[in-house]
């Protein structure tokens, strides 16, 4: 039987933020998380036709994978750490947070939340860091917590304030389907060119 799929969407789809969601795949195999996914996503989103991946982040990337019948081209990037892109029709991105199989529970959570928080400006990096999935913050910033609205407390800023509180994991899409949203326009800047192994 196959895994839940582990997926949160950014309520509104609105794309202002870095990221359009995020997912939590069970293992590194593409052939055995990607088809959950895609048949989840094209259920918001309407059909997908191709997928960007970190090339780092899965053990064996293919160049296509059919599911549900169609096939769905995959491309890999080197340097778009725990981040994948996914295209609808031909030239309309989102991108999601790939949160790393082995993250705990609480920290996947928290870090899928944070991801999918509308207008969130946050890389995955420091996500990834914030939420305790990665051994340390980038660059040694000296950043301890984040606020409720995805921005950094600095350690002499920080107060009262405390860690983003885990939200539980969605199993299934947290968003509106595609019917109700008319074809957003995408910003230039995401995702970068793709690779194809």
């Not at 990037?77 to 609808?88: E, I, L």
């Amino acid at each position: 039987m196959p895994s839940a799929v582990r997926l949160t969407l950014e309520p509104t789809l609105a794309r202002a933020g870095m990221f359009d969601g995020a997912w939590w795949p069970h293992s590194r195999d593409v052939r055995a998380e990607l088809p959950g996914l895609i048949t989840a996503l094209s259920a918001h989103l309407g059909a997908i036709l191709r997928v960007g991946l970190d090339q780092d982040a899965w053990d064996d990337i293919p160049r296509s994978l059919t599911i549900d019948g169609r096939v769905v081209h995959i491309g890999w990037f080197t340097a778009s750490d725990d981040t994948m892109s996914v295209t609808r029709g031909l030239n309309d991105h989102f991108m999601l947070l790939v949160v790393p199989p082995w993250a705990t529970a609480p920290a996947a959570a928290a870090a899928m939340e944070m991801a999918a928080r509308t207008g969130n400006r946050m890389p995955a990096a420091m996500i990834l860091a914030a939420t305790g999935t990665t051994p340390e913050i980038p660059d040694a910033v000296p950043l301890l917590a984040v606020d409720a609205k995805g921005e950094w407390i600095r350690e002499a800023e920080r107060g009262a304030a405390g860690p983003v509180q885990p939200a539980p994991v969605s199993t299934s899409v947290r968003s509106t389907p595609n019917s109700t949203h008319p074809a957003w326009p995408r910003t230039a800047s995401r995702p970068p060119s793709a690779r194809h192994g």
